[in-house]
């Protein structure tokens, strides 16, 4: 059995409660549930990361190291493609 962390809330107002309580059942999830993705959410867009997301992230860019080497280079600068990324 996983331990779960204990996180006391306290909102503003009964009406924040309620949005929050049918943003989760329009979802089908709890509102602890719907509360605990939201706040994911926002650390991930902070920059605060997981243990298991920065391993996900870190073995995500081993891979994309691995296809750059088998690639091997494209003949145009990553300055240029920004470039012409910005003109488009």
Known sequence: MVKK???CLYLEDEQTKTHVKIAAAKR?????AYC??????????EGTLSDEERQRRKA???RMDKLREEIG???VSTSEL???????
């Not at 605990?36 to 867009?45: D, H, M, S, V, W």
């Not at 920004?82 to 488009?88: A, F, M, N, T």
């Open 5 to 7: 962390a204990r996180l």
């Open 73 to 75: 280079p494209i003949g």
């Open 60 to 62: 995500l860019m081993a």
């Open 28 to 32: 089908g999830i709890s509102a602890t």
């Open 36 to 45: 605990e993705e939201a706040i994911k959410e926002k650390l991930k867009r």
């Open 82 to 88: 920004v470039k012409e990324g910005r003109r488009r």
